[in-house]
Structures are given as structure tokens and as C-alpha cells.
């Protein structure tokens, strides 16, 4: 069983920036992926990062140039830093993690951008 914990998230002003964390813990035996996808109300859920263990990112349209990904694959943890955030970036964001056969999903982590 591996668990996902998301920390990071909050309110912020349009224009601020967030940071989200996302800790894999559990029997893990190889990490092949750890991203985010979002969600905001009436919407599909979309990708927004992710990276691969050998450092490898990628980026919705929506976010390059404003978001980056990066990890640490000693504690099996992801970061997002999300910086110039726009109301649009409003949604639920879940920490998704590629194990191969099989896949998980964190918690999620409300990110709100309004003044």
C-alpha cells in the first residue's frame, strides 16, 4: 500500500505564488512519474506537471513558464512551485504518482487565486 500526502495550497493573489508538496510513503518500490492534475468546478481534470525519475518534466500550456516541477527521489517527494498566478489557476489540485502497474492519487489541495 502507498500512501500520497499533499501539503502546500491555500489562497493567494493573483500574481503570488504557491508551493505543493507531494510525499510518496508506503512499500514503494520504483517511481516511475509524480505529477499534479487539477480541477475546477464544471471542468475535466487536466494535467498540469509532472516529472519522471530520471528528471525528465512536463508542463501543461496553460502553466509553462509560470509553474515548475522538480523532485526528490531520495524522499520520494515532488514539488510544484506555482508562481504569476492567475484566477484561472483556481482548482483542486491532486498529486498523482506512476508506480508502473499501478498508479495513486493524493488527497488534493484546494489552491484558490483571488484578491
Known amino acids: 500500500q502507498v500512501q500520497l500526502v499533499e501539503s502546500g495550497g491555500g489562497l493567494v493573489q493573483p500574481g503570488g505564488s504557491l508551493r505543493l508538496s507531494c510525499a510518496a510513503s508506503?512499500?514503494?518500490?520504483?517511481?516511475?512519474?509524480m505529477g499534479w492534475y487539477r480541477q475546477a468546478p464544471g471542468k475535466q481534470r487536466e494535467l498540469v506537471a509532472s516529472?519522471?525519475?530520471?528528471?525528465?518534466?512536463n508542463y501543461g500550456d496553460s502553466v509553462k513558464g509560470r509553474f515548475t516541477i522538480s523532485g526528490d527521489n531520495a524522499k520520494n517527494t515532488a514539488y510544484l512551485q506555482m508562481n504569476s498566478l492567475k484566477r484561472e489557476d483556481t482548482a483542486v489540485y491532486y498529486c498523482?504518482?506512476?508506480?508502473?502497474?499501478?498508479?495513486?492519487w493524493g488527497q488534493g489541495a484546494q489552491v484558490t487565486v483571488s484578491s
Open positions: 508506503g512499500s514503494i518500490f520504483k517511481i516511475y512519474s
Open positions: 498523482h504518482a506512476d508506480f508502473g502497474v499501478i498508479s495513486y
Open positions: 516529472i519522471g525519475s530520471s528528471g525528465t518534466a
